[in-house]
């Protein structure tokens, strides 16, 4: 049986300036289609702010992961802890084209945040100066840069991103403070942006680069 538990890493402690060791832990993953492995006993641990990208080819796993990471894809064995306060940023939809930018940030956010934590949200990926043009307006890029907002505007602890989103800023996501995944086929921009690299294949991490730290 799959064991799938989409809660804090670690116990809550009661010391809010206290971080947990890691904001992801998986351990085992195994997913399968139709008798094929898309994941076959993956492990892999992120650390609290840490900022990881997921090298792969296609139908190395890199997607698969993120959706299971993200709560969508639950018919899986092995162990998976996360954060309650997660956001995704997977695949850009269309926005409702006569909506407002600041109104399409809101759509299925929790809370009030109302305009002004739209516009924070929007200035945040360099688009403060659109937030009350119309969604239709958009270019493709800045579509997927709200898309990118209303993930951030959740304050998640981990934020994960498909490779259509690109990659945040360094100063984007360190201002953010969350654990960041995201899956890629750029080599190049993964060791630019990224604190540590795994590369996946065939459903299991298969190399390493050490942390930036480390390097």
């Known amino acids: 049986m799959a064991t799938d538990l989409h809660r804090p890493a670690s116990p809550y402690t009661g010391r809010r300036t206290v971080k947990p060791p890691h904001a992801v832990r998986v351990d085992g993953l195994t997913r399968s289609y139709d008798g094929r492995r898309a994941l076959d006993g993956l492990t892999l641990d992120i650390r609290p702010g840490e900022f ?13 992961l993120l959706r299971v990471l993200a709560g969508l894809d639950r018919d899986i064995a092995g162990t998976v802890l996360v954060p309650r306060r997660k956001a995704a940023a997977l695949h850009p939809h269309r926005l409702p084209p006569w909506k407002r930018v600041w109104r399409c ?4 956010v929790p809370g009030k945040p109302g305009r002004d934590g739209a516009r924070r949200a929007l200035d945040s990926v360099g688009l403060a100066h659109r937030t009350d043009a119309r969604a239709k307006s958009l270019s493709a890029d800045e579509v997927q840069r709200v898309w990118l907002a ?4 959740r304050e998640p602890e981990l934020l994960l991103l498909d490779e259509p989103f690109g990659a945040p800023s360094g100063d984007l996501w360190r201002r953010q403070g969350c654990a960041v995944l995201l899956a890629t086929r750029d080599a190049e921009a993964a060791v630019r942006l990224a604190d540590r690299v795994v590369v996946i294949d065939g459903g ?12």
Do not use: N, Q
């Open 150 to 153: 209303r993930a951030l505007l």
């Open 52 to 64: 990881v990208a997921l090298l792969g080819r296609p139908g190395s796993g890199k997607s698969t």
């Open 204 to 215: 299991v991490i298969v190399h390493e680069l050490p942390h930036r730290a480390e390097r």
């Open 105 to 108: 940030v809101l759509l299925g």
